[in-house]
């Protein structure tokens, strides 16, 4: 197959993976030598009888799947069949499967921020496969070796081989498909798969990252990897239990509940133990910034921004203020970055007065504007400090004289 060309468009040059219902090679378009990943869907397994309903179906969803265009997802450049071979043409993505960095790591677990920024781009992801119209889509076979991370530390989710459309109308599957360790129990004919499906499998994927315990040798058992990982945090530990529990209806119901709950894993496993901050909250109706409690002073005062919270998570980018006295440190967040520290430098501000100030961010998500309007409040505390060293000085003299 090396060397030969597909409808004298592609020219295959290597080979990329092989797999029981597929093999992925790297073809370069012959007009420009622009690379591309090539699918070769086997249908050897498939039941004679069923053939042409399941190529059928592959062109259906094949010309979903080419509309599809999100971050974390390969784009689709050409599909075809070719003697009742289906081929799709696919973005080449650089990089490295979870599945080849597990190999490397060699049983050892892999860093929780880490991790937990993989799983958020994959709730990303997986939502809005999940909000597709007409019909949702499930993926089913979400696993270490379909997830690519690029150079930058973004992932692709590559190989829909086994993808469906959820129908509500049906109770079960019409095939067993998966992988066993990362495919939900529904997986094996059990019931209907659906995005818990999903949730399941990312949740198996977490757990063999963060332990190094490769789920495919006890599948559906899962102990709480803070047993076998002590440096992680018991937040990512009970995010991951729940993603796997046997039961549909007692894992996350939706990818956006699970995204929200490792948002609050991150900011924790990324904030030094013991520290004390004040936290700078973002109102997510009117999206302004809250800095109601500023009082003038003569200290610099620092307020936690959670990157996460306003999306800018897993993105580069900068924060800037149009005020002097209110800047970010730093003022540069890249993909990986959590936490940033908004400083205040209360001496510029004037007890009574009233300031707009406003957050820039810009990123490679777009630009956002953050307002706020804030009341500079008296700083009673040195005031009061005056009076009650006052009065003490008082009552001293007042002592001193009556005992003479």
């Known amino acids: 197959m090396i060397g030969s060309k597909i409808k004298s468009r592609y020219k295959i040059i290597g080979l990329l993976g092989d797999g029981g219902m597929s093999t992925v090679y790297k073809a370069e378009r012959i007009a420009d030598r622009h690379l591309f990943a090539i699918k070769e869907v086997k249908n050897s397994f498939i039941d004679a009888s069923e053939k042409t309903q399941v190529l ?18 390969p784009k689709v450049e050409d599909f075809f069949v070719i ?11 650089s990089g490295k499967t979870i599945e080849d960095i597990l190999i490397e790591n060699n049983g050892r677990p ?26 949702p889509i499930v993926f089913r076979d979400l696993k270490p070796g379909n997830i690519i991370v690029a150079k930058d530390n973004r992932i692709k989710l590559i190989d829909f081989g086994i993808a469906r459309f959820f129908k509500k109308e049906k109770n079960s599957d019409t095939y067993i498909f998966g992988t066993p360790g990362y495919a939900a129990p529904e997986q094996y004919g059990l019931g209907q798969t659906d995005n818990r499906s999903d949730i399941y499998s990312l949740g198996a994927t977490m757990h063999h990252c963060l332990t190094g315990k490769d789920p495919r040798g006890n599948p559906f058992e899962f102990v709480p990897p803070m047993a076998l990982n002590t440096n992680i945090t018991k937040k990512t530990s009970d995010i991951v239990i729940k993603a796997v529990a046997y039961e549909k209806e007692k894992r996350y119901q939706s990818t956006l509940e699970m995204k929200d709950e490792i948002y609050k894993a991150l900011i924790e496993a990324a904030r030094p133990r ?8 973002i109102n997510e109706a009117t999206r302004q910034f809250d800095l109601k409690n500023v009082s003038r002073g003569s200290k610099m005062k620092t307020f936690e921004l959670a990157l996460p919270y306003i999306g800018c998570y ?12 209110i800047s970010a440190e730093p003022k540069e967040f890249n993909e990986k970055t959590i936490l940033t520290n908004i400083k205040v430098d209360t001496s510029q501000l004037k007890s009574g007065r009233v300031y707009e100030p406003v957050m820039m961010i810009k990123s490679s998500a777009g630009v956002m504007h953050l307002p706020a309007k804030i009341k500079a409040k008296r700083a009673y505390l040195l005031p009061l ?8 000085s008082a009552l001293l003299f007042y002592l001193i004289k009556l005992s003479n």
């Open 56 to 73: 059928n179906q592959f062109k259906m969803e094949a010309k979903i799947l080419s509309k599809l265009s999100h971050p974390n997802l």
């Open 83 to 93: 003697k009742s071979t289906p081929y799709l043409v696919m973005e080449y993505v």
């Open 110 to 135: 892999m860093d929780e921020l880490t991790v937990l920024n993989w799983a958020v781009q994959l709730c990303r992801v997986l939502y809005f496969l999940s909000i597709q119209n007409p019909r």
């Open 274 to 281: 013991g520290a004390k901050t004040r936290k700078l909250n």
């Open 314 to 325: 897993t993105h580069k980018g900068t924060i800037s203020f149009n005020q002097p006295w």
């Open 385 to 392: 400090g005056i009076l009650f060293l006052g009065s003490l």
